[in-house]
């Protein structure tokens, strides 16, 4: 065993590892997280970079001079590792380098969900034991599954693809102003992309397909006993084909003739993989935010791309701004009466702020297809401010009170986070 942990662990004999490409939006939210007692749980798809957020931090505690011995990283899922338990593996680590109990640890312990009694072995750890703990795993569920064993104990965050900024990054993409015609180009191929970090640095269809199998299979089906593992794909290509429209439970059991039960009870499956999200209708009645239709899209464009193909950019660029929104922690809902629809309304109540998406060129607010809009401005006259995104057009229009602002979608992917509500 002894062997592995140095395997995991080069920085004990001070060799350098690879800690990939720096996530400083992520990196921020753990600038102080050592002086923490809390337990720091990261949570996110597979292959999102969860690991690589914790090399990085690693990296970050080595530079800022942490005893490298002091520090341990395990790979859970790790055939070698997954069978033994935290406390004992904390143990065997104290006993390698003879670590005083009073000796300030740090542990990072990556897909924890796969160690025996995870949630107890925390709990004890953390109440007995002088360490700074950081999680990681691939499904929500498993803060559900705690049963309330680390209330109060834990700090979660949520790692998702890369925003629009960090694929730039990634691909090497550094443009001056002269050049921003050019971003209509990188934001079409960061709609059919998505944001996996391999797939951006090397894009394949195969690697997302093999990619998408892996998740459903282990984090879906084995975690949650699914005996029919096609209906889950069934229910991902309705869903897929129908990004951005009110979706009925009803209709698709009938579709699939099965249960409404069984199709909720798989949706909030596919949710917990951090696979599909709902968004709930904007409304101040609790009784009809939860019976109201819902709308649902994808965590990343890209496993839509290998559901429906390259063709529906206008639904990707819906669905990329409303995980944009996702990330900016923001309340958001859709806005809808009859067949009149707003895509997304943030704020509250009385200060709301609707977004429309139109992933086309050009601006026309005599067209038909800002009903939606105008008709939710009806309604609440009190509206100071709507956006519009479009492909390419940015301007301002004043009507009666409102400020309709039109904005391309690449300039509203790199505006800063708060920019939004200014």
Request: proline content about 3%; overall charge positive; some cysteine.
């Amino acid at each position: 065993m002894e062997e592995i942990y140095y395997a995991f662990n080069p920085w004990w004999e001070n060799h350098e590892f690879d800690f990939g490409i720096l996530r400083d939006w992520y990196l921020a939210k753990f600038k102080d997280f050592i002086k923490r007692k809390q337990i720091e749980i990261v949570i996110g798809s597979r292959r999102v970079g969860k690991t690589t957020i914790l090399k990085q931090l690693i990296k970050g505690q080595l530079d800022n001079g942490f005893p490298a011995t002091n520090l341990l990283y395990l790979a859970l899922d790790h055939p070698q590792l997954s069978g033994t338990t935290i406390s004992e593996h904390l143990r065997m680590f104290r006993k390698i380098f003879m670590h005083d109990r009073n000796k300030k640890l740090l542990l990072f312990l990556d897909e924890v969900q796969e160690s025996p009694k995870w949630e107890v072995e925390l709990k004890s750890v953390y109440d007995l034991e002088n360490l700074k703990i950081v999680c990681t795993g691939s499904t929500s569920s498993l803060i559900k599954s705690q049963g309330g064993r680390l209330t109060g104990r834990q700090i979660v965050n949520t790692i998702y693809p890369l925003n629009f900024e960090e694929y730039l990054s990634f691909k090497g993409i550094k443009l001056s102003r002269a050049e921003s015609y050019k971003m209509e180009k990188f934001a079409d191929e960061y709609l059919n992309c998505g944001g996996y970090p391999e797939q951006v640095l090397n894009p394949s269809s195969e690697y997302l397909i093999n990619l998408l199998e892996d998740i459903i299979a282990r984090d879906v089906v084995r975690l949650h006993r699914i005996r029919k593992a096609n209906l889950l794909k069934d229910i991902m290509r309705l869903l897929a084909a129908s990004v951005g429209s009110r979706t009925s439970f009803n209709k698709l059991a009938n579709v699939l003739s099965i249960s409404v039960d069984t199709v909720k009870e798989y949706i909030g499956y596919l949710e917990t993989a951090f696979l599909i999200k709902p968004l709930e209708k904007w409304t101040t009645s609790h009784t009809e935010k939860v019976y109201a239709y819902k709308k649902f899209y994808f965590v990343d464009t890209g496993i839509k791309t290998i559901i429906t193909g390259k063709s529906d950019l206008g639904f990707k660029a819906e669905n990329s701004v409303f995980t944009d929104l996702l990330k900016s922690r923001l309340n958001i809902g859709y806005y809808a009466e009859s067949t009149r629809e707003v895509d997304f309304i943030i704020g509250s109540y009385k200060k709301p702020y609707p977004i429309e998406v139109k992933y086309s060129s050009g601006f026309d607010w005599q067209s038909k297809k800002y009903a939606g809009i105008k008709l939710f401005l009806h309604r609440h006259p009190q509206t100071k401010k709507s956006l519009v995104i479009t492909k390419d057009t940015e301007s301002k229009l004043k009507v009666n009170k409102t400020t309709i602002e039109t904005i391309p979608l690449w300039k509203f992917l790199l505006r800063e986070d708060n920019d939004v509500l200014n």
